[in-house]
């Protein structure tokens, strides 16, 4: 079996920095040492909580520049939109058969909402068992390798948990993936929070200069004046910080802290280098934006690709449950 990588991005909202340090970033590196690779849009998992269309056509077009901005192979990987693969629906529901009602009980996102919830209220059908739509996306192509970050990893767990109910029932049929961790803990927010379009609290990662400073400059910080040492263990700027410096770089941001430097000196350093990396992505997305159909082009190229490989699997699997 061949070492197959998948990552997907749900399209809702505009990119942001947790998206690329979380899974652009990444993904695209472990793309270099993997033989097949594949880069999805989530856009069935967006309408869980997105219920304006515009929005979410506005940000397939967006995150699909993300990953074309950020260096994405569209020549050597399989790029596609997840709603163009039809059978991962189908696969999808092939999967609810065979999982049980309690593992999804145990999901964050649903335990989350059942909290102030004892009656479900507010919990659609989507929210509650899109860790099986998950699995159907990684288990659609085999995947063996799936960059998750910390907060995705039960997602990963439930996914093989799944294959291997499926596998145990109807004989061998899917490879059992492995996670790949991105990062040990969640790319914070300007609030602290894990950054989330659903918090409201991101740092967009395809704005103009201007908007990235006054982003940044929105960081909450404590109340600690210039002079004072403060403890970058604790800290949202240190923490988006050494996602953009070299390790040079992160030890004299340490002594900085120690020597009391101010928020607003630090808030510009972290400025200085994340729109020193930025920069490149940036021009290229303006470029790329201005160039008609060239999403439309490239996800319909990847749809092509990917078509015969869902068709044929899931052929498979229709015979495995004794459905022709």
Same mark, same amino acid.
């Given at each position: ?42 856009? %069935? ?52 058969? $065979? ?10 996102? %649903? ?18 068992? %899109? ?105 949202? $700027?240190?923490?988006? %910080? ?83």
């Amino acid at each position: 079996m061949k070492n197959r990588i998948l990552t997907g991005i749900t399209t809702s909202g505009t990119p942001h920095l947790g998206n690329y340090f979380g899974a652009i970033k990444p993904s695209l590196e472990l793309a270099k040492k993997s033989s097949d690779s594949f880069f999805f849009l989530a856009d %069935y998992h967006s309408i869980i909580k997105v219920n304006n269309p515009q929005e979410v056509t506005s940000s397939i077009e967006n995150i699909a520049l993300a990953w074309l901005s950020s260096g994405l192979d569209t020549k050597n990987s399989y790029f596609y939109k997840q709603s163009d693969i039809r059978e991962i629906l189908e696969l999808s529901w092939v999967l609810h058969c $065979v999982t049980a009602k309690g593992l999804m009980n145990r999901a964050h996102a %649903y335990k989350a909402l059942k909290e102030n919830n004892s009656d479900d209220k507010g919990v659609n059908m989507g929210l509650f068992s %899109y860790p099986i739509l998950m699995s159907a996306d990684i288990l659609m192509f085999n995947s063996t390798h799936v960059p998750v970050g910390p907060d995705q990893l039960q997602h990963l767990e439930m996914t093989r948990d799944i294959a291997l109910r499926f596998n145990h029932i109807f004989g061998d049929t899917f490879e059992i993936p492995e996670a790949v961790i991105n990062n040990d803990d969640p790319i914070p927010g300007i609030d602290g929070r894990k950054m989330s379009k659903s918090y409201n609290n991101v740092i967009p990662l395809l704005c103009d200069e201007k908007t990235l400073k006054k982003s940044i400059m929105k960081i909450v910080t404590n109340s600690l004046e210039p002079g004072v040492p403060k403890d970058h263990t604790n800290c949202n $700027v240190f923490s988006l %910080y050494i996602n953009f410096a070299s390790d040079q770089e992160i030890e004299e941001f340490k002594d900085d802290y120690a020597n009391g430097i101010s928020w607003g000196d630090a808030k510009n350093k972290l400025f200085d280098k994340a729109n020193e990396t930025l920069l490149p992505i940036r021009e290229k997305y303006f470029d790329l934006r201005e160039q008609k159909d060239l999403v439309n082009d490239h996800l319909s190229d990847g749809a092509k690709k990917v078509r015969p490989l869902a068709r044929e699997f899931i052929e498979v699997i229709r015979s495995k449950i004794g459905i022709s």
